[in-house]
């Protein structure tokens, strides 16, 4: 084995949404098991699972009350053990979420430190007197509102980045690190192959829950610099890096570190911490050619100077869907597919997100269906993230599709009947077929490097396969070589915006004589430095307007 890790594909489960198996509108475990073999004939390596640990729901799962069982609602240890099971003998990798930074208000701790404020576990949140009467600090919550809650009974101000039923754990308190020392064991005894780290950039916050004032304006997280990417975590991930690593098998953590900066993110992937860090920088980037390479290239540098490999993300269950990003219709569909391209034949490390190889827009859900707490926290000023969290339409007939026989718990748009998989499946222009097919094709250790292109498009080769991507330019010839795989089914001999192809190289050039009889000529461009030329004079970087998550942090 090697580092499977560093090419793989890993698709996101989105547990509640993803197959339903008893018919209650929620998917569970077993739903999971039914489709392993469509996730095996998708042709991904591994599967993450968001939360589906006992919890109260307040944020869908992202506030857990026990860290090791499962929701009665998604099963049982022995669904999970089968799913593991299930995984495994069909070659699929699995990792779950371990969810840190906070636990549920319902957790035992939390209760036993509400319950006597002279109870030790009180010492695992953060519980601190009021300022001028009110919160300790002007902290907000990234869901809205304050970052405190007042305890009614002493008077005291809990912690809580993200919802009030989300109190932050003081990962100053070894007892904390103890624990989840063992959550780990817990699971990889039971045969996971890794875990996603929620949150995993904010767990140690300074001491003095110092506020920040500087700099002004403040950024979108300036409430909580004094919170994030604090130097303990390094050697906390040290830690769980060696825990895993007395098991065999090569077990794996991606960590959800949201930082600006690649190379900081960079320090959390060195040789003995974490394997792999969420990149969200292409999520929130602009369709735009340079925009993108850059990113590439940034990227790069920064995780190639510690030897990780980079990952690659378009979509999760926190941000709007990326054809509705990219225009939505017809134009956000095609962009979508050209993107998915891009995506399979980057080097290293990619997450699909459920549904994005259906291609699915983001649902417009009306107000009094969103269940989202950012949608309630911040007064319905933000809609929430619930319209990337429909379920996945399976079958053609409403209203459960196939992922439920009873009411699904957001409703699928009955216009998805064309866009399910039984619709896509052997189709050979669907969104379905096209990942299929580039999942199969998809270069794994080959290496990378530019081709000089046309001002507004992309063009790389990874061994003997050259990917081009017309992001905004006038359509340009195709160059020479054979077509593998092309984004719009119907493209000849030009390559539009909007459109990307997969070709085989031949030798060191490849030339086009298109009809004009223009030639255009694809050279290697690997004689530059690993950042390209239009970089090597850096602009300031286009700084994003939508914070780096909609979850916000
Ligand atoms: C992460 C998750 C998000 C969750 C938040 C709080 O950002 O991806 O879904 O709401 O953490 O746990």
Not at 192 to 202: K, T
């Amino acid at each position: 084995m090697s580092e499977w890790w560093r090419s793989a594909v890993l698709y996101q489960i989105y547990v509640r949404s993803f197959a339903d198996s008893d018919g209650d509108g929620v998917g569970d475990l077993r739903g999971i098991r039914s489709r392993l073999p469509y996730l095996r004939e998708l042709g991904v390596d591994g599967i993450w699972l968001t939360p589906f640990y006992p919890s109260p729901g307040a944020d869908h799962g992202y506030d857990v009350s026990d860290y090791v069982d499962v929701h009665p609602q998604f099963g049982t240890l022995a669904d999970f053990d089968a799913l593991v099971a299930g995984a495994h003998e069909l070659g699929l990798r699995l990792i779950v979420d371990i969810v840190p930074n906070h636990t549920s208000n319902e957790h035992r701790w939390f209760r036993n430190a509400i319950a006597d404020p002279a109870h030790a576990d009180r010492a695992r949140y953060f519980f601190r007197p009021g300022r001028d009467g009110g919160p300790p600090n002007g902290w907000t919550s990234a869901f809205g509102g304050p970052a405190w809650t007042r305890d009614e009974r002493t008077g005291d101000y809990y912690l809580h980045f993200f919802a009030p039923e989300q109190p932050d754990l003081d990962w100053h308190q070894q007892s904390v690190r103890r624990e989840f020392e063992d959550v780990l064991r817990f699971w990889l005894d039971r045969g996971v192959d890794g875990f996603r780290i929620d949150v995993a950039h904010a767990l140690f916050k300074a001491q003095d829950l110092r506020e920040m004032h500087e700099p002004v304006p403040r950024t979108w997280d300036g409430d909580w610099l004094t919170a994030l990417d604090q130097p303990e975590l390094h050697d906390l991930y040290r830690g769980w890096r060696q825990l895993a690593d007395t098991y065999p098998g090569e077990r794996m953590f991606v960590g959800e570190i949201v930082l600006r900066n690649q190379e900081t993110i960079a320090r959390y992937v060195r040789p003995d911490e974490l394997q792999l860090a969420f990149n969200f920088a292409l999520l929130h980037e602009t369709w735009d050619a340079t925009a993108i390479r850059e990113t590439i290239d940034a990227t790069r540098t920064a995780l190639g100077a510690v030897g990780a490999p980079s990952t690659w993300v378009f979509e999760n269950h926190d941000v709007t869907r990326l054809p509705t990003r990219y225009g939505g219709g017809a134009q956000g569909a095609r962009r979508a597919r050209a993107a998915a391209l891009l995506l399979l034949a980057l080097p290293g490390t990619a997450f699909v997100y459920e549904g994005q190889e259906l291609g699915l827009e983001e649902v417009d859900l009306p107000d009094e269906l969103r269940q989202d707490p950012i949608f309630f926290r911040t007064k319905g000023e933000r809609p929430g993230r619930d319209g990337c969290r429909v379920p996945i339409p399976w079958e053609n007939e409403p209203p459960g599709f196939g992922f439920t026989t009873g009411t699904p718990w957001l409703p699928i748009p009955e216009e998805w009947a064309t866009v399910t998989v039984v619709a896509q499946a052997g189709d050979p222009a669907s969104m379905l077929e096209l990942y299929r097919a580039g999942l199969a094709l998809r270069p794994r250790e080959e290496p990378f490097a530019w081709r000089e292109s046309p001002p507004g498009t992309l063009a790389f080769t990874r061994g003997g396969l050259l990917c081009v991507v017309n992001v905004d330019a006038a359509a340009i010839p195709l160059p020479a070589g054979e077509l593998l795989l092309a984004s719009d089914p119907d493209l000849r001999d030009i390559l539009p915006r909007d459109t990307a192809v997969w070709l085989t190289t031949k030798g060191e050039r490849c030339e086009h004589r298109s009809e004009s009889g223009r030639s255009a000529t694809w050279r290697p461009a690997s004689t530059r430095p690993a950042t390209s030329p239009s970089s090597a004079v850096r602009r300031p970087r286009r700084r994003s307007a939508l914070p780096l998550s909609d979850s916000g942090i």
